[in-house]
């Protein structure tokens, strides 16, 4: 399982002339990516509410549906902060999509297993590992923004990003009505957004990547062990050496990006949040 996940391996920097344009292009590319890809993971989240009422109408009482929805929560709180440990040494490509794939698998569940709404306890368990799922959105989101994106840049992107779960939360509700027009069953609420969730998880899958290096996106200084694309900056004191511009400036370490964990990347993701420098 964890090497399903393993960080992709670091390419040979692309021609000098080419690394602009290719990083350029990526990072907006990449960002179409963990946008649309985090609001398919909304589409998902908010479906049994949607349900409720008709599960009412079968005998459920409030405080028995709302015990189960509890489950979401739980999960979600503990998955966020433990895959999120995961996410930080796996690949966002494949982490990602997956996370999405066990999501919708759950409620394609809810959609078409009788047994899914035959008990309190079986609905908890569901919705347990959906809410799991649910937290495998935001850790390689995250970590793709501060990846391809400076410390300057990151506070507009992440603000711009951020606006994915009020698109993801708003289809919800006419996906739900479309359902219900074209095939008058309750349970639209739940397979619906699951097949556009679907869809969500191949799109994502096929535009994210990894970290530049592992597309090339970045060129190694010969007398540092910082990847820059270099380009003087004016030097703030007197006699004091000129500074590089960090505007495609990754870290370079000794990771041959070959190892399932590389133990190096928390370091220098450490240092580059502090010198403003992008991280590998």
Not at 115 to 123: D, E, G, K, N
Request: aromatic letters at 14%; hydrophobic letters at 45%.
């Amino acid at each position: 399982m964890f090497a399903f996940f393993r960080p992709a391996a670091h390419q040979a920097p692309l021609p000098e002339e080419h690394v602009d344009s290719t990083y350029r292009r990526l990072r907006w590319q990449i960002f179409a990516g963990i946008f649309i890809g985090y609001a398919g993971y909304y589409l998902l989240r908010k479906n049994f509410s949607l349900a409720m009422p008709y599960l009412i109408e079968e005998g459920y009482t409030r405080g028995q549906l709302g015990l189960a929805m509890s489950a979401i929560a739980i999960a979600y709180g503990l998955s966020k902060f433990l895959m999120g440990l995961v996410s930080d040494r796996s690949n966002p490509r494949y982490f990602l999509p997956f996370g999405l794939l066990v999501s919708a698998g759950v409620m394609f569940v809810f959609g078409f297993a009788p047994w899914a709404t035959s008990s309190v306890t079986m609905m908890f368990i569901l919705l347990f590992i959906n809410g799991w799922a649910q937290g495998m959105g935001w850790p390689p989101s995250g970590r793709t923004m501060v990846h391809w994106w400076s410390q300057k840049e990151r506070g507009g992107v992440v603000s711009v990003w951020n606006v994915a779960h009020n698109v993801g939360g708003g289809l919800i509700g006419p996906l739900f009505l479309i359902g219900m027009g074209l095939f008058n069953d309750w349970h639209a609420a739940f397979y619906v957004p699951a097949a556009v969730a679907l869809l969500v998880a191949v799109f994502a899958f096929i535009v994210m990547r990894d970290t530049p290096q592992s597309v090339g996106a970045c060129l190694l200084s010969s007398n540092t062990r910082t990847i820059t694309r270099t380009a003087t900056m004016p030097a703030t004191k007197k006699n004091s050496a000129p500074r590089t511009s960090s505007s495609n400036t990754c870290c370079a370490t000794k990771c041959s990006g070959t190892s399932p964990w590389p133990t190096c990347s928390s370091t220098c993701c450490a240092t580059a949040y502090w010198t403003g420098h992008r991280p590998t």
